[in-house]
């Protein structure tokens, strides 16, 4: 599994924020109502809060992301957060709320989609798989937190390279 660097996330949280901001614009009636809205850095007590609601240290990369951002509102489209330290630790049974208790989840919305890593995965440094489910149960892994950013700033990408075709067909008619 590879590591992302700090530099690394905030680059992709940067490009996912600009993608996501211009396709919302292209899409959405509200746009402005679902702008991702990153929340300021985790502090060492929030990390430490984290710890103890996960019984286990998380991911190192999981860690710097957080130190970038505690949290980031209407990150995964519209209505999934990546959720706060705080939210996690209040939420310590979401796991088993949504039959995922082998997870340890960092985004979840009210539609039963959640996000997580798998401890399973664990290598030497305490990287981790990222595991995307909902009610029908685990969907997509990717090897990695940064290898699941890559991979939704690229969807990102390919949506609004269809929505500005599909704007610019209309503007054909």
Known sequence: MSAATSADLANLIRDIVELDTELKTLTVREPDRYRIAPRPPATAADIATLRAAW???PPPSYVRLLMLHNGIDNFYWMDMPLLATADIAEQSTLADDYELSHLLLFMAAEE?????FDPTTADAEGEMAVAVCDKTGEHTRWPSLSAFLIGYRDRLAGWLADAKKDRAALDDD
């Not at 039963?112 to 997580?116: H, S």
């Open 55 to 57: 019984k286990q240290p």
């Open 112 to 116: 039963w989609r959640a996000i997580g």
